[in-house]
T-cell receptor, first 112, second 114 residues
Framework: DVKVTQSSRYLVKRTGEKVFLECVQD?????MFWYRQDPGLGLRLIYF???????EKGDIPEGYSVSREKKERFSLILESASTNQTSMYLC???????????FGSGTRLTVV | AQTVTQSQPEMSVQEAETVTLSCTYD???????LFWYKQPPSRQMILVIR??????QNATENRFSVNFQKAAKSFSLKISDSQLGDAAMYFCAYCTTNAGKSTFGDGTTLTVKP
């Protein structure tokens, strides 16, 4: 069974901390994505990557960065966590756009 | 920029009945893909159904079917014989053919009443 695995289901961090959210897929997918999900706002794209070491900004990249050193792993980094980054973070991967996404289970991040 | 609009924040349906969730989108592209995803409470989001814009025939997956109206830029999801397990938030999404990223609507929360 193909999988996208997010390392943490729940995370609580303090304001100003550097936070790493990890995502690993075992499907040899080229494309990987990070979204945040907030009530009433749907899913908003933070960053995405089409290949190793490549990254593209999404709609809301401010305050975030990403790393893709290996094809299967796509990390989201909050350089200095703030309370407005409290959210559900969803990682997804796809072989190509036409196939749709396979999602991870999500990480619910609370910044206090 | 492409936008996806789901005008129904919440919907409810009686078990065994049929419900339709609405979705409209805005694009200047002619080739694209449309999706419906299901996110059950506290569970992983999964792909329910997909539609290629170049196909006139509406996609069907068991009890799930779509009504794709390309000219109207409308893409509704019909769930027949609703089951308790269909209760979830449903997201409509749009993806162009030359980019892998998708744009999502705000979601519709579906309640199924026994």
């Amino acid at each position: 069974d193909v999988k996208v695995t997010q390392s943490s289901r729940y995370l609580v961090k303090r304001t100003g901390e550097k936070v790493f959210l990890e995502c690993v897929q075992d499907m040899d997918h080229e494309n990987m994505f990070w979204y945040r999900q907030d009530p009433g706002l749907g899913l908003r794209l933070i960053y995405f990557s089409y290949d190793v070491k490549m990254k593209e900004k999404g709609d809301i990249p401010e305050g975030y960065s990403v790393s893709r050193e290996k094809k299967e792993r796509f990390s989201l980094i909050l350089e200095s966590a703030s309370t407005n980054q409290t959210s559900m973070y969803l990682c997804a991967s796809s072989l190509q756009g036409a196939n749709g996404y396979t999602f991870g289970s999500g990480t619910r991040l609370t910044v206090v | 920029a492409q936008t996806v609009t789901q005008s129904q924040p919440e919907m409810s349906v009686q078990e065994a009945e049929t419900v339709t969730l609405s979705c409209t989108y805005d694009t200047s592209e002619s080739d694209y893909y449309l999706f419906w995803y299901k996110q059950p409470p506290s569970r992983q989001m999964i792909l329910v159904i997909r539609q290629e814009a170049y196909k006139q025939q509406n996609a069907t997956e068991n009890r799930f079917s779509v009504n794709f109206q390309k000219a109207a830029k409308s893409f509704s999801l019909k769930i027949s014989d609703s089951q308790l397990g269909d209760a979830a938030m449903y997201f409509c999404a749009y993806c162009t053919t030359n980019a892998g990223k998708s744009t999502f609507g705000d979601g519709t929360t579906l309640t199924v009443k026994p």
